[in-house]
Structure formats: structure tokens, C-alpha cells
């Protein structure tokens, strides 16, 4: 049972990256996420090439923030007039189970294949998630698993958000625990049973995830405790465990991806986002 200690959003801007760098030169990091649709990513990657830092890469699949590879009018389901992604987790949900799913089915497979083509240059091996989970919608797997088939690559790591609830019930008076998180891990929970015929592939290619319900509060404290329970629950599952965290924060509202789209873009300006860095930096100590 390995612990995987992972984070999220590089390429996202210049600062989130030079922080991501921070925890990796710390040897605390084990993978990162990168996201190929930003504007800033081939800059981020060749900071991170000129770092000579070594860590295992992921495609951070993006269609819920930020501008898209695709032309826009190829993609008129899931873009604004701008191009950029305008569809909530659940407006896109609603919109995969609509009358739209066929249409909605091709857009999404060829803004995923423009992403996955701009980042595998920088990948060793493949290993798939996604920008606010959104690879959890149904419809959204099935076009990832279907592109990666096609461009004729295998999958060697799947994220499955599917959290479990447990340690945080057993360990409910550290605090820290957002309802709105609590609800988001509920739902992925579910997405998870409705994709079980396709993660079912990818079994011995995940890990127990741990990272939504204390998103934004993960500090070494907390996150010890509660990684005991979590080792736990891997070892009886025969699993590793993920541990997710969001240690880059933006200071400056101009080099958001998209500083229009309200519901995302108050995330990387969260000072937050420290705690989670202070996390990784010291967590060689309690594992």
C-alpha cells in the first residue's frame, strides 16, 4: 500500500505552478495534474523541464474552465461566445442524459483529443483526470476512454473520486469539513456506481481517494489523523492511497483563466490554498 500524494491544477498560471515546484523540490510529491488547455501551460511545462524535478504526470482534463483547444464553433455546447468553458458540473450532467447527448457526446471527444494531443508530449505514461472532477459525469468518461482507445494508448492511472465518508464521521470533531464539499463527495459517490461498468476496466489502476471533504482545510494536522483511517480502508481493498491537494495559489486576478467564470475562478485566489502547500512541505514527517 503506497500513499500517492498528488496535486492538482499545474499550468494552471505561472504562480500555482512555481508553488506546485516548491512542494516537488520538498520530495514530498509523487504526481501532478497538468492542464493543457491553459494559456500559460507551455511556459509552466518548460519551468518545470528546467526545475529537473522528477514526478509522475497526469492529464487534467478541462471543460469546465478556461478558454478551449478547439475552434469554438466546434464546440458551441460547452463554450460562450469567447470560447471559453461555460457549463456547470451539473448543467453538463443535465446535458448529457438530454435530447443534446449525441451532439454533446462529439464536442466533448473533440475538445478531449485536442487536449490530450497538446499534452502527451510531456507525458511518460497516461494517467487521466480532470479539472473539478468532471471525467465523473458518465458521458464525459465514456469520451475520454474512447479517445485515449482510438490515439492507441492505455491507460495506466485512473482518478475515482469516490471518497470515502467514514474516517471523516469517525473523526468529525477535528473540524474543518464543509457542507458543500460533504455534498459534492455525496454525488461523486453516486456518478461512481452509474460509471462502474467503465472503472470496473480500470480496478487495479486506482487508488482510495482522499482530498474532497477537506478541500481547503487539509492542513498536517488534520490530514494525519485522518490519513490513518484511510491507510486503513486501502490496505483492506488491496489499494493505494491518492492524496489530493490544491498547494498553488494566484494572487492577481489577471491571470485567471477565466476571471468571468465566478463559480471556478475564486479557488486559485484562496488563501487556503497556502494551508494545503504547508501540508505537502511537512507531511515527510508523519508518513
Known amino acids: 500500500m503506497n500513499v500517492i500524494l498528488h496535486a492538482d491544477d499545474y499550468g494552471y498560471n505561472i504562480e500555482v505552478s512555481k508553488d506546485i515546484i516548491d512542494c516537488i523540490k520538498e520530495g514530498t510529491l509523487h504526481g501532478i495534474s497538468i492542464m493543457p488547455n491553459s494559456p500559460y501551460f507551455d511556459e509552466c511545462m518548460v519551468i518545470l523541464n ?3 524535478v522528477n514526478v509522475s504526470k497526469a492529464i487534467h482534463f ?30 453538463l450532467l443535465l446535458l448529457s442524459i438530454g435530447p443534446k447527448r449525441k451532439e454533446l457526446k462529439k464536442e466533448l471527444k473533440q475538445e478531449i483529443r485536442a487536449q490530450f494531443i497538446k499534452a502527451k508530449p510531456y507525458l511518460d505514461e497516461i494517467n487521466v483526470d480532470s479539472h473539478v472532477h468532471y471525467h465523473m459525469i458518465p458521458l464525459v468518461l465514456k469520451s ?4 485515449i482507445k482510438e490515439e492507441g494508448y492505455e491507460i495506466n492511472y485512473l482518478r ?3 471518497e470515502p465518508l467514514m474516517p471523516f464521521i469517525k473523526n468529525r ?3 474543518g469539513f464543509n457542507l458543500v464539499n460533504i455534498i459534492k463527495n455525496i454525488v461523486l459517490n453516486v456518478l461512481a456506481f452509474f460509471d462502474k461498468s ?6 487495479d ?29 486501502a490496505e483492506r481493498k488491496n489499494m ?7 498547494p498553488g495559489r494566484a494572487t492577481s486576478t489577471d491571470t485567471l483563466l477565466d476571471p468571468s467564470n465566478t463559480e471556478y475562478s475564486k479557488a486559485p485566489l484562496s488563501e487556503l490554498r497556502h494551508i494545503e502547500k504547508k501540508m505537502f512541505m511537512e507531511i515527510s514527517k508523519v508518513l
Not at 467503465?198 to 480496478?203: D, S, T, V
Not at 489502476?205 to 491507510?231: C, E, P, Q, Y
Not at 492511497?241 to 490544491?246: D, G, K, R
Open 240 to 246: 493505494d492511497v491518492e492524496v489530493l491537494a490544491h
Open 198 to 203: 467503465m472503472i470496473n476496466k480500470y480496478k
Open 50 to 52: 528546467d526545475s529537473k
Open 160 to 162: 475515482v473520486p469516490a
Open 205 to 233: 489502476k486506482t487508488a482510495v481517494f482522499f482530498g474532497i471533504v477537506m478541500s481547503g482545510h487539509m492542513d498536517i494536522d488534520r490530514v494525519s489523523i485522518l490519513l490513518n483511517d484511510f491507510k486503513k480502508i
Open 144 to 147: 475520454i476512454l474512447e479517445v
Open 62 to 91: 478541462s471543460i469546465s474552465e478556461g478558454p478551449c483547444l478547439s475552434d469554438k464553433d466546434e464546440v458551441k455546447l460547452l463554450v460562450n461566445e469567447n470560447g471559453m468553458f461555460c457549463l456547470s458540473f451539473f448543467k
Open 173 to 175: 470533531k477535528i473540524g
